[in-house]
């Protein structure tokens, strides 16, 4: 089992900058790609990002240039570098884990909350 706690989340005014980070617990070593999705109200869940443990990065076409994931191995953690914020960014951020060959499962975090006021 994995289990992943966010935070960082909060209100910013339009053009502002937020840091997401995302902590591991457990199973470290089934763990391959790590990632961000985030959920608008009446909108799917999308992806914004992940990385792989080899730190090859993802990016939705609609955050590129804005934000950045990287992640520290050695604490087991991912952040989410968020700047130039608009409020289209406004959602529930979610932490992702998925698995590394040989093992099953994917594990999400509880969310955070991001606000972009205008």
């Known amino acids: 089992q994995v289990q992943l706690v966010e935070s960082g989340g909060g209100l910013v005014q339009a053009g502002g900058s937020l840091r997401l980070s995302c902590v591991a617990s457990?199973?470290?070593?089934?763990?391959?790609?790590m990632g961000w999705y985030r959920q608008a109200p009446g909108k799917q869940r999308e992806l914004v990002a992940a990385?792989?443990?080899?730190?090859?990065?993802n990016y939705a076409d609609a955050v590129k240039g804005r934000f950045t994931i990287s992640r520290d191995n050695a604490k087991n953690t991912i952040y989410l570098q968020m700047n130039n914020l608009k409020s289209e960014d406004t959602a529930v951020y979610y932490c992702?884990?998925?698995?590394?060959?040989?093992?099953?499962?994917?594990?999400w975090g509880q969310g955070t909350q991001v606000t972009v006021s205008s």
């Open positions: 990385i792989t443990s080899a730190h090859r990065t």
């Open positions: 457990g199973s470290i070593f089934s763990i391959n790609t």
């Open positions: 992702k884990a998925e698995p590394a060959v040989g093992f099953r499962g994917d594990y």
